[in-house]
């Protein structure tokens, strides 16, 4: 139903948080459809090139309409191209948390969080969202 009615997705978070990323976006890469992101999570590295829209590349909804309407069939096949060489998985946290426990550089201590924090997780968990990236992007201009 999903593809022969609709091109694009729009897989906005409701939070912004770093290395964060809402389950609505999985839906759409499942399908021949093109997800267009708002959120704080680095979409470029956990996502393969092309895949997606993010709303940040675009100084303002204007634009980012002007490119959605005006994009070819092949700019559209090229954000799906990925598919031939991924696909999407799922795994419930605690087969996730499984993983982690038994891997081996985590029980010798080293850092798993993501480098940016330099190993603090109270840091990590509790300055890793943006409340006041909306009213940022308004400063932009245009959103």
């Known amino acids: 139903m999903f593809e022969r009615n609709y091109k694009f997705y729009l897989a906005f978070e ?3 948080c770093t290395d964060y990323y809402t389950e609505k976006l999985l839906n759409p890469l499942e399908h021949e459809i093109v997800p267009i992101v708002f959120g704080g999570a680095d979409y470029e590295h956990g996502f393969p090139q ?10 303002n909804p ?4 002007h490119y959605l309407r005006t994009m070819t ?3 559209y096949n090229g954000c799906l191209q990925w598919k031939a060489s991924y696909r999407v998985l799922y795994a419930n946290d605690d087969c996730v948390l499984c ?10 201590g080293e850092q798993i969080l993501p480098p940016s924090y330099g190993g603090n997780y109270s840091k990590w968990w509790n300055d890793s969202c943006h409340n006041d990236l909306i009213y940022e992007l308004k ?4 959103w």
Do not use: C
């Open 99 to 108: 993983e982690l426990l038994h891997d081996s550089a985590y029980t010798r």
């Open 50 to 59: 092309g895949s997606l829209i993010n709303v940040v590349d675009f100084p």
């Open 73 to 75: 069939e092949e700019q």
């Open 14 to 16: 409701n939070n912004i």
């Open 62 to 65: 204007k634009d980012l309409a």
């Open 139 to 142: 400063g932009k201009g245009g």
